[in-house]
């Protein structure tokens, strides 16, 4: 995987568009420029958060003693039923979580934009390839900063794409990251019989 496949890929399971609906009922009641503070403090809460498991992941893994194709197909499984929720939506979004009141890490830092499946991605993509640490971190900077600028003009985007517009864009996405899904989780499989053989 280079990095421009794992930044996009990262960015298919923030699914911000998806998202949107959701940050913007979170927020409704709260004034406009106290709204647009809270995201950012929420997207540097993520950022943090996705950067940690970037560069621990490998050393919980190591403790846990769990193998690299162990993690592939765990991360194809959860990243498919992501995407399964993306497709047929649900009440509160694919994670599941909505709030009335102001929110702090949850649930907007977390699991909505640095939710469990992308945290498993970021885990799955060092644990590849240790020695390019540095791709990792542009990847998921990348995809975070495409997210953050989306979710800050989340009124904009709304507005443009429109409910309708909002849930093809969410669905187009899901499927894509059903295909990632499971081309991560035949990786995991044809390694695990190639280590077994």
Do not use: C
Request: proline content about 6%; cysteine-free.
């Amino acid at each position: 995987m280079d990095t421009w496949s794992a930044a996009i890929m990262l960015f298919f399971i923030m699914d911000p568009l998806g998202n949107l609906p959701i940050f913007m009922s979170v927020l409704k009641g709260i004034p406009s420029r106290r709204r647009r503070i809270i995201v950012a403090r929420e997207l540097l809460f993520s950022l943090a958060i996705m950067l940690l498991f970037l560069f621990s992941g490998q050393a919980v893994l190591d403790f846990l003693n769990v193998r690299q194709e162990t993690v592939s197909v765990a991360g194809g499984i959860v990243l498919f039923l992501i995407a399964i929720r993306m497709i047929f939506p649900q009440p509160g979004g694919p994670t599941g979580h909505s709030s009335d009141s102001e929110p702090f890490l949850v649930p907007l830092a977390i699991p909505l934009v640095a939710g469990p499946s992308l945290l498993a991605a970021l885990i799955l993509i060092a644990n590849q390839d240790p020695t390019r640490m540095t791709d990792w971190t542009i990847a998921a900077v990348s995809a975070w900063f495409v997210s953050s600028v989306i979710l800050m003009f989340s009124g904009l985007f709304h507005r443009i794409l429109g409910e309708r517009g909002l849930t093809a864009v969410e669905r187009l996405m899901g499927m894509i990251l059903a295909m990632i899904s499971i081309q991560m989780f035949l990786d995991g499989i044809a390694k695990y019989l190639e280590h077994s053989a």
